[in-house]
């Protein structure tokens, strides 16, 4: 399960997508996702003082004591701070639910900042916004792709965003240090940005990993996550992943995680099962699934969708 590939990511551009050229986007994005359950997207609707200002904003966050970034404010269940884990040292991350509704984060931010932090909760929501038209572009693709463009008004509307920031200390070696464990994402799709320090691999279906290092500032890294695995009934694919952390800088990521809203039931349409498609997951909701995710049994589990739900 260690061996490495020299191999890249398909990179798919979406800097300008019209008439002419959807349909061949539309199909690379469909067949990256069946194959792979990612690929590189380049996106340029985020201007760089935004995604700069964004990368601050990370940084200040984790620079503020630790007694303020454990307080309790992301009110999404199992989504706030993770860090100083003996298995994990390196790693810390916070959960910043709702991430592109405005008065949510500014909500969040004021707990962080009772003072309040304008530009901080302006910078993350701007970002979330944008990125988040990238995610809904990449959800009508694949519905359309799989033949049910009928659901996608009922896809939009029974999702939400959680946006996951992420810091990893750099272990001053030249070592490959573990900086985040062998998983899959459970949300519907994750799309991952990160600073110029490189260390995420994505496992291919014959397990091998595939080093990511973004072709350039617009490339975005999405990801298939369990549920959109379980929704299109096993069609696409949702990749192992982890971080490896080597050097002397410190690494900053983001992930902005689709989620099903809170009570929606994760159910493949009936158009997609069928004699040669036997159902392979049963229907769940999505907070249960976590629930078991984040149990004693659930985090020694690398296949908890196949454990908690398969037929
Ligand atoms: O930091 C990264 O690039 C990956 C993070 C990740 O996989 C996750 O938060 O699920
Ligand atoms: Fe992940």
Redesign the pocket.
Known sequence: MDSETSQKLQAIDFTNINLANRELVKSQVYEALVEYGCFEATFDKIPLELRKAMFGAIQELFDLPLEIKTLDACKMKHQGYVGQSPEIPLFE?LGIDYANTFERVETITNTWWPQGNPSFSKTINSFTVKLAELDEMIRKMVLESLGVEKYIEEHMNSTDYLL?V?KYKSPQTNDKKLG?VT?T?QALV?I?Y?NQVGG?EVMTKDEKWISYQPSSPHSFLVIVGDSFKAWSNGRLHSPF?R?MISGNETRY?L?LFTLPKKGCIVNAPDELVDEEHPLLFKPYDFVEFLNYRYSEKGLRDPFSLRTYCGV
């Open positions: 991350s996951r992420m985040l998983h994402d994750t991952l990160q995420l992943h971080v990521s992930g």
